[in-house]
């Protein structure tokens, strides 16, 4: 579907595209999230229980759980776009088959015969 929007409304698929953009950094910051909530809980027991670094740690995974939640809710905004723009353009299962010419170097019948002789 989004090579047809592609093909046949360039304009809305770039702000289709935005969507799973966003979508895409926010996946890859809440992974950075977990990433310093894990480094910043070691580094609370390592310091012998220094509370700045647990305050840091619950920060970082409040701030992964909500980049997380917000991912979703553009990956869902970006595979709903894509499904209205298309109903909106009035899809025909004929649009979506590319009609392909027969093949260019076909043989015809009756020039076989003559080609197998030589």
């Not at 360039?10 to 480094?39: C, D, G, Q, W, Y």
């Amino acid at each position: 579907l989004i090579a047809y929007l592609q093909r046949e409304k360039p304009e809305t698929t770039s702000e289709i595209h935005r969507f799973n953009a966003i979508h895409i950094f926010l996946k890859n910051a809440s992974f950075a999230f977990v990433i310093l909530a894990i480094a910043e809980a070691v580094l609370f027991i390592y310091h012998h229980f220094a509370w700045t670094y647990l305050l840091v740690s619950v920060a970082a995974a409040l701030s992964s759980f909500i980049s997380a939640r917000q991912a979703v809710r553009f990956k869902r905004w970006f595979f709903s776009a894509n499904f209205e723009a298309v109903i909106a353009k009035g899809l025909d299962s004929s649009d979506l088959v590319t009609k392909r010419s027969p093949s260019v170097g076909a043989l015809e019948t009756g020039s076989d015969e003559t080609n197998l002789s030589k």
